[in-house]
């Protein structure tokens, strides 16, 4: 297991290190212009990215047939994946909490007061902020994450991304509306245990699927699906439920800093 730790942290080291540079980047100019809340915007990109990049790798590099036939067993590798990604994903949701908890925008504002560059901010209300930098990478990493685990075509593997932001942020509004209607106020009670209960139930579904997975018959280095009219049409759909849904929370996102 130490060696399939070490392997994976070396193939993706390259990408935690390149986020790393962002957030850190991110963390001393987004406070400065906007609510530091909108650092856990590095942490969802990373989601996004790291899922497939870590679950599909084997796929996308066409070496499955290879990588099964090595006396590591595909639970053990589906298992030390998940935890090299899964550790340094919690590692920017940690950074994360830290700015929110810390109040990092008056901090870095504090340098610029004293001259009158910048006018006072008021102070900082997290509200359902903290659950929802935890709940949300979280939850579109473990979609893209399985989906690019199990299935055996590239293009589904380059594509998890997509459908992970939409089954998220499709959870995350169907809590919200819940929420709203019973308790007329956004307030996370349903909102963010579905999103974790959501998480462990895919992994644990990824999981079985990994463990019977065969390999796939790849051919180009992206196959069009048969088919290809009606993906087209799928995702126009799921791209305009994407947009409505993501402008509705935009909207309800105020709401995340009085709770």
């Known amino acids: 297991m130490r060696g399939l730790l070490w392997a994976e942290w070396f193939a993706h080291s390259r990408l935690l290190l390149s986020f790393l540079l962002l957030w ?4 001393w100019i987004v406070p400065l212009f906007t609510h530091p809340g909108w650092i856990m915007v590095i942490s969802f990109l990373y989601a996004l990215v790291a899922g497939p990049s870590y679950g599909g790798s084997d796929a996308v590099d066409d070496c499955e047939e290879f990588t099964f036939s090595l006396p ?30 810390m109040d990092w925008q008056s901090t870095l504002k504090r340098f610029f007061l004293d001259a009158g560059l910048l006018e006072p901010a008021p102070e900082l209300k997290p509200g359902l902020l903290y659950g929802l930098v935890m709940a949300l990478p979280i ?22 991304w997509f459908w992970s932001l939409v089954l998220a942020l499709g959870t995350l509004y169907l809590g919200v509306i819940a929420e709203e209607w019973w308790w007329h106020e956004v307030n996370g009670y349903f909102s963010l245990p579905m999103l974790l209960f959501g ?32 993906w087209v049409i799928m995702w126009l759909v799921a791209l305009i439920l994407l947009v409505l849904m993501a402008g509705s929370l935009l909207k309800k996102f105020p709401q995340f800093f009085n709770t």
Not at 74 to 99: E, K, N
């Open 139 to 160: 939850n579109v990493f473990c979609i893209s994450f399985v989906v690019s685990s199990v299935v055996r075509r590239r293009f589904i593997v380059f594509t998890s």
């Open 72 to 101: 590591a067993t595909r639970s053990d590798r589906f298992l030390a994946r998940l935890a090299v990604s899964g550790f340094t994903l919690m590692m920017f949701v940690g950074l994360d909490f830290l700015v929110l908890g």
């Open 24 to 27: 850190l980047g991110a963390a």
């Open 199 to 230: 998480s462990v139930i895919i992994l644990k579904l990824g999981h079985g699927l990994y463990r019977h997975k065969e390999v796939g018959d790849y051919g180009a280095p992206v196959n069009l699906p048969s088919g290809f009219l009606g």
